[in-house]
């Protein structure tokens, strides 16, 4: 079973075509997140009624629940949207496209937040209309000084490095780079690949993150 979370706004394109691309059983469940307040509450009931319809034909036992969040306190917001995720029952899908603003960023802060227990987060693209699959970055892990300094090697690489490499350029014991780079690799921070008996190791955008964000600290 999955739970996609979706904003929904007027125009339900961003979310139906989402849900159909990424694939929706029967036995999925839907939630829709819109602003508590609405401009045109008659829009969006409409718009949740067509998702509804497009669902009960394609599965009827498919369950649909709309949730409110405000839209003028924004830390409730992110708070109540991080409830949502931890409170969906199954695998999560997170759809950070469409819908009002004041739904879209709180929404997109919890996956953030919550990115380990988010198995896929889905982007609707207004320019070409494709749905792509975004790696949502941790944001909220911080590596030890230790970390950090083999991180900034992987950093410096033109691309992959093998561990032997990382450890001469470290200048420290084998395992020391390992416990690093497999701590680094739960984190998100490095992608590994085993080439020719060899570990390589690569940065993600979220290592490239921390990096920037310790930094600046």
Known sequence: ???????????????TRALLNHGIDGDD????????KETD???GAEAVADVEQLLQELAPTISVRVKRIPHDAFETAVMRCSEIIQTASGSVV???SGGARDVLLPLTIATMAHERA???TLGYSDIDGQVRTWAVPNIT???????????????GADSSVP???LTTQRDVAKSTVTRH????ERDGFVETRIEERSKYVSITLAGRLCLARTESV
């Open 1 to 15: 079973m999955r739970t996609f979370i979706s904003p929904i706004g007027f125009n339900t394109t961003s979310v």
């Open 29 to 36: 469940a839907v939630i829709l997140v819109r602003p508590a």
């Open 41 to 43: 509450d008659n829009r």
């Open 94 to 96: 997170v759809s950070l």
């Open 118 to 120: 988010v198995e896929s």
């Open 141 to 155: 892990a911080m590596p030890s000084d230790g970390q950090r300094r083999t991180l900034a090697a992987v950093d």
């Open 163 to 165: 561990v032997p490499e």
């Open 181 to 184: 780079v497999n701590a680094l």
